[in-house]
């Protein structure tokens, strides 16, 4: 095993325990917001601030690597940094987040786990990658993983949408229904999860696949906060949905 693999399998064990962490502990952000975690910055900006560092990050050491750039890794690099751009450029400014703050240390948290993150992949494809010659498009695993990530980037997008207009002229949150909504409380973080999943499948290298695992690992904890969070505040919550996973949890 090379001091790469040993730090990837060693982030993905970090993961792993934060997941049973998080359990426990809320993240204060969102809906979830309160005092005690220290200054604060606008919403929009910890936003901006939490998710470019991830396209950078990944793209700078992808473009500066010695490694031969084949069409499935320029791929590759386009779903990421089209994720990104959504993520870092895009959502922050459609979201009706006027006046919300949250914690600095939140912002850096979420900061350090998106260098990490970006680093692991952006390095791999970039400079220790030889795997993927352009008859990988072709290989059951790419087209499977295609599949998912369409199929959870469309999610993901689409319950955004429905979030964002929800919030429409309102200043109080409100219970979301249609579609995927009907079975789960955060479809949202469900087609994220859904996405990165094919996005290590496509890939099958084990950086892909840590990342994978800290987005099930983050975004879990979270839809089950915001579904116990449903459940609490509205008295007529939908008892058949579930957090995340449809039927399951």
Request: hydrophobic share 50%; net charge neutral; with cysteine.
């Amino acid at each position: 095993m090379t001091n790469f693999e040993i730090v990837v399998w060693a982030w993905i064990g970090l993961a792993i325990f934060l997941f049973l962490v998080q359990l426990f502990v809320t993240a204060p952000y969102g809906r979830h917001t309160h005092d005690g975690w220290g200054q604060r910055i606008p919403n929009r900006a910890g936003w901006i601030a939490m998710e470019l560092v991830s396209l950078v990050v990944f793209g700078a050491l992808f473009l500066s690597g010695p490694a031969d750039k084949t069409a499935p890794m320029w791929f590759f690099f386009a779903l990421w940094s089209a994720h990104y751009v959504n993520r870092s450029l895009i959502y922050p400014f459609r979201t009706r987040t006027g006046g919300k703050t949250m914690p600095i240390a939140i912002v850096l948290s979420a900061m350090a786990f998106n260098v990490v993150n970006g680093g692991l992949n952006g390095y791999y494809l970039g400079w220790l990658n030889d795997l993927y010659p352009p008859v990988w498009f072709a290989d059951p695993r790419f087209i499977g993983g295609v599949i998912l990530f369409s199929a959870g980037a469309t999610t993901n997008v689409w319950a955004d949408n429905k979030l964002i207009a929800l919030r429409s002229g309102e200043t109080e949150y409100a219970v979301p229904c249609g579609g995927l909504f009907m079975f789960v409380s955060c479809p949202n973080l469900f087609g994220e999860i859904v996405e990165w999943s094919g996005f290590a499948l496509m890939c099958w290298n084990l950086p892909a696949l840590s990342f994978a695992v800290w987005t099930a690992a983050n975004l879990i904890p979270r839809a089950l906060s915001h579904h116990r969070w449903y459940r609490q505040h509205f008295a007529d919550y939908p008892a058949e949905r579930t957090a995340v996973i449809p039927f399951i949890l």
